[in-house]
């Protein structure tokens, strides 16, 4: 099974989680001479604290045989270093074939909001041999709500 990889659009990923485009295309809520902010781009629930990892992705194959779910938590994603790439599927509690898998190829700096419960693969290095990027979840989210699970046959990603 392939998916093959699209550019990211809010409207397109929607089901998946929110898209927050940079640079932000509307008027800021402040601006003044040393800050313009735009407030609420996204927004997270979580009871309790939210942590900010750190992830070093290394380029490989986009080849996938298990998808990863965070039953409830939202995942924030950005890249510091250039175009990435995943693969997502409808949020729910049973584990998606790999044809319901869409694949999305997210620019450098660009921030995603995983909604909970969403599927996904691993994040993939498009044309770089590492990606750092920054992950925004409920603490201890990789201890208490990740799951591993094998899926029907094996993906991969396709540019």
């Known amino acids: 099974m392939q998916a093959k990889i699209e550019q990211i659009t809010k409207e397109a990923f929607a089901a998946y989680g929110q ?28 009871e309790g604290e939210l942590e900010v990892g750190v992830l070093n992705v290394k380029k490989m194959e986009m080849v996938f045989d298990e998808l990863e779910n965070h039953f409830k938590t939202q995942t924030g994603l950005i890249c510091l270093s250039g175009d990435w790439a995943i693969g997502v599927a409808m949020p729910g509690d049973s584990v998606p074939k790999a044809g319901e898998v869409k694949a999305f190829r997210i620019p450098k ?10 599927w996904h693969t691993a994040p993939y290095p498009v044309e770089h041999d590492e990606s750092l990027m920054l992950v925004i979840c409920k603490k201890d989210f990789l201890d208490d709500d990740t799951v591993y699970e094998k899926i029907d046959q094996r993906g991969e990603l396709v540019l």
């Open 109 to 118: 700096n660009q921030l995603v909001v995983l909604h909970e419960k969403c």
């Open 19 to 46: 898209v927050i485009d940079l640079p932000v295309q509307e008027d800021p809520t402040i601006a003044v001479p040393t800050v313009n902010f735009w407030k609420q781009q996204a927004l997270l629930t979580a």
